[in-house]
């Protein structure tokens, strides 16, 4: 009975790896790092599309397997945020998905994160920022964050070098409960991120950045599964053009360097974004 169990666990296991978000990609990190805050009434709202691609996965050693068909995603964060007042914004992130694994293709709405970010210390020396995984997307499908409902807080900050360059980067932490449907729990997640924009002209900044995140092993109604952890260490190099006061765009490309039980992720992406009130 108890080597049927373990073995029902790691069957278990698999599937919720492979129907839960394993890439290298996160909304949250990936739009709200920023440590400045907008002046008090300041609003704006912007939608992203990424296109991602893999041919192959690491395995839970970190090994390269090649997958049997490639995995393809379009994955369309729409963001909102508004500065409720001072030193104080406030967000919410509404994704829209697309997957294919080869074999299956689903669709729908993913998870929706919901915010604020508070500056500790003026020019974004330090700022904190809480933030609710509300589980709107179908973990069954592979639509929504690994897990049910979560909290994830974390500490930005960012710092001009001279009038071209500046660095930022930062460290969080993110917890999620179970999931009522799949019934999986991941485990704690810590992530910290890093980076430095160069300002080509005025109007033109382009960036590099490298991110790192980690989810411990999880629990599977209840009882933990190991060598289920999910960690991945993704490049980032983009660049932006303000089109006007009010409007900017841009285009970026990222690629996952390394990780466990995640597809080696290659992504590239295009934004736009307008201000609605200042």
Not at 172 to 177: C, F, K, Q, T, V
Request: overall charge negative.
């Amino acid at each position: 009975m108890k080597k049927a169990t373990v073995f029902t666990l790691g069957i278990l296991c698999a599937f919720v790896l492979f129907t839960s978000t394993a890439f290298a990609w996160d909304d949250l990190i990936a739009i709200t790092s920023g440590s400045k805050i907008g002046e008090p009434g300041n609003a704006w709202a912007g939608a992203l599309l990424r296109y991602s691609t893999a041919g192959d996965s690491y395995d839970k050693d970190g090994e390269s397997q090649e997958l049997a068909d490639d995995a393809t995603g379009l994955r369309i964060p729409i963001i909102g945020t508004y500065t409720f007042m001072e030193k104080l914004d406030t967000f919410a992130i509404l994704p829209i998905v697309s997957m294919d694994d080869g074999n299956e293709s689903e669709s729908g709405i993913g998870d929706i994160w919901l915010g604020a970010k508070y500056a500790v210390m003026e020019d974004g020396l330090l700022t904190i920022r809480g933030a609710l995984d509300i589980p709107t997307g179908d973990d069954e499908k592979g639509l929504g964050n690994a897990g049910g409902f979560g909290l994830d807080v974390a500490a930005l900050t960012g710092k001009e070098i001279n009038d071209q360059v500046n660095v930022g980067g930062g460290v969080g932490i993110r917890m999620n409960g179970e999931d009522s449907d799949t019934e999986w729990a991941p485990g704690m997640a810590f992530y910290v991120h890093g980076g430095v924009d160069y300002k080509v002209t005025e109007q033109i900044p382009v960036w590099v950045g490298l991110t790192y995140f980690n989810q411990g092993d999880g629990e599977f109604s209840g009882n933990e599964v190991s060598d289920s952890t999910v960690n991945w260490l993704d490049l980032n190099i983009g660049g932006a053009y303000n089109i006007s006061e009010d409007l900017f765009a841009g285009a970026g490309i990222d690629y996952t360097l390394t990780g466990t039980n995640t597809d080696a992720d290659l992504g590239i992406s295009v934004w736009a974004g307008y201000h609605i009130m200042k």
